[in-house]
């Protein structure tokens, strides 16, 4: 072949002739520089002036071709790209150059070039041939569910959008959460099956593996933390901040329990604020109750009204009510007091309407001022002075004594579960101190027979209302009896100086009359 001499059909089927017979195909040169065929090529074409043109068909007519080879090249004349057939499927080659590069891209259009597919399937990503994130395809809504291991997407991995229920004003970044929304609103879910059954409830806030995952129609709620009231169902306005917090909660209202476990098992109570692990932990019907401090009001279950501050303050409390503990291990001697105060560590009250400051080890109570005491006549009525005194003083018997007060904090938690009785806060008192100091005062249970004896109606002696209740005096009662005791001794002496004057006036007249017949 001369060069630049044009190809003979003769010469080109000739050689095509000779291409086609086994054994014996030669690498073929198409060219007009005379070179050889590249040993590589079955056909090396070269020009510098011109093409290769490839056959052009419709789509119609590239789809119709029977049994198209693998590798078979066409160029679509209707999409202006060249396709080929992978064995499969016809695969588009992008003649605008719209492949995405691994070094990056530039001069992108976010409209018309994408990663993605433009037809109804998922779009997957993989690495080392395992998939890693798959956009899931749902029509009329946008997701993604990132996997981060192999296996069951549902199960490992995390979900970022939403399954098939609606999504509209919700934010969702977690496996199954907000899987079953309806109507529901403005709520956030992050974290596996966050509020996953939740239909119509609105403005939840779930962060945390199975957090408020049973609510379904309950509204404003906050869970952050594992399981974080994993049971509520119908609660509004609950707050749970750790754990398993308010983890049994299903129809309690505006609750707030910050720690791990708090108010863990409340059912239906409502209005409670809980602070501290395990606080309130077994509350389950209990309302308007407060606590502060790990364990705080721990056995609390149905009572109401309560405030413990302090770790393991109030913690036998179950079903009291109005009650008020201040202080580590602060308590009630038994579950069911009402309106009884400890104020101070390890203080035990244990009687109802009583209020206790200090444990038994405490030596001195105190201030700059005395105590004040509620006296006003425009809230005084019934006002008698049949006020016993100094009879009534002079049958009491004034004694020195010891205060036995380990004995009396064996008394006063004689009813409480070991695990109260025997923490390490309460056996660490040293009552040594305590029972050294030497008192002195009355015996109570003397001034409860004096007072029965005089039909007295005294309320200076407590007399115990239960087995571990326990004598007191409120000595300030005394006063009363005392200034009416000093009255009736003043009594006594007017009278015995009016009537001492008289005798000393008849003596003064006596005398008189002696020294007129002494003088006779």
């Keep these: 072949m001369k060069p630049y001499a044009p190809l003979t059909w003769s010469v080109l089927l000739f050689s095509l002739f000779c291409i086609s017979i086994p054994g014996t195909a030669q690498s073929v040169a198409i060219n007009t520089d005379g070179s050889t065929a590249n040993a590589s090529a079955i056909l090396d074409v070269k020009s510098d002036t011109k093409g290769l043109l490839i056959p052009r068909l419709t789509t119609v007519q590239r789809t119709a071709i029977t049994s198209p080879a693998t590798g078979l090249l066409v160029f679509d004349t209707d999409t202006n790209t060249f396709w080929f057939f992978d064995g499969t499927i016809w695969k588009k080659m992008d003649a605008a150059g719209n492949d995405w590069s691994i070094t990056g891209n530039s001069g992108t259009t976010a409209a018309t070039r994408f990663i993605g597919t433009t037809d109804a399937v998922d779009l997957v990503l993989k690495t080392n041939n395992t998939e890693r994130m798959r956009w899931l395809y749902t029509a009329n809504t946008k997701n993604i569910i990132a996997t981060i291991s192999t296996g069951d997407l549902s199960v490992n991995g995390v979900y970022i ?4 229920g609606n999504i509209t004003s919700n934010t969702v970044a977690g496996v199954q959460a907000l899987f079953y929304n309806t109507t529901g609103t403005n709520n956030t879910g992050v974290g596996y099956v966050t509020l996953s059954n939740n239909t119509s409830g609105s403005s939840n806030t779930a962060v945390g593996y199975s957090s408020l995952y049973i609510n379904s129609t309950g509204n404003r709620n906050t869970a952050i933390g594992r399981s974080a009231l994993y049971n509520s169902n119908t609660g509004t306005g609950n707050t749970g901040v750790g754990s398993y917090a308010l983890f049994y909660n299903t129809g309690g209202n505006n609750n707030t329990g910050i720690g791990d476990d708090a108010i863990g098992s409340n059912t239906t109570g409502n209005s409670n604020a809980a602070v501290g692990q395990q606080s309130m932990y077994d509350n389950t019907t209990g309302s308007f109750n407060a606590a502060s401090g790990v364990s705080a009001l721990f056995s609390n279950t149905s009572g109401s009204y309560n405030t413990a501050m302090g770790s393991e303050a109030l913690g036998a409390n179950t079903i009291g009510n109005n009650n008020t503990g201040v202080g580590y291990n602060a308590d009630v001697s038994q579950g069911d007091l009402t309106n009884a105060t400890a104020i101070g560590a390890g203080t035990t009250v244990n009687a109802s309407n009583k209020v206790l400051i200090g444990n038994s080890s405490v030596t001195v109570i105190g201030g700059q001022v005395g105590w004040s005491i509620l006296s006003d006549g425009r809230f005084k009525t019934n006002i008698k002075e049949d006020v016993p005194g100094l009879d009534f003083i002079m049958q009491l018997r ?21 695990s109260i009785k025997n923490k390490p806060g309460r056996k660490a008192v040293s009552y040594s101190a305590a029972e050294q100091v030497l008192h002195t005062g009355f015996i109570a249970q003397e001034v409860e027979q004096v007072v029965k004896k005089n039909g007295y109606h005294f309320n200076g002696v407590h ?3 239960s087995e571990t209740d326990n004598y007191s005096i409120t000595y300030d009662e005394f006063v009363v009896p005392l200034v009416k005791a000093m009255q009736q001794l003043n009594s006594k002496v007017e009278k015995l100086t009016t009537e001492n004057e008289l005798l000393k006036k008849q003596l003064d007249d006596i005398n008189k009359r002696l020294n007129k017949l002494e003088a006779h």
């Design 398 to 418: 004034p004694v020195n004594y010891n205060f036995m007060a380990r004995k009396y904090e064996d008394h006063v938690m004689k009813n409480m579960p070991d």
């Design 463 to 465: 007399i115990p209302t």
């Design 161 to 164: 959008g939403r399954g098939p």
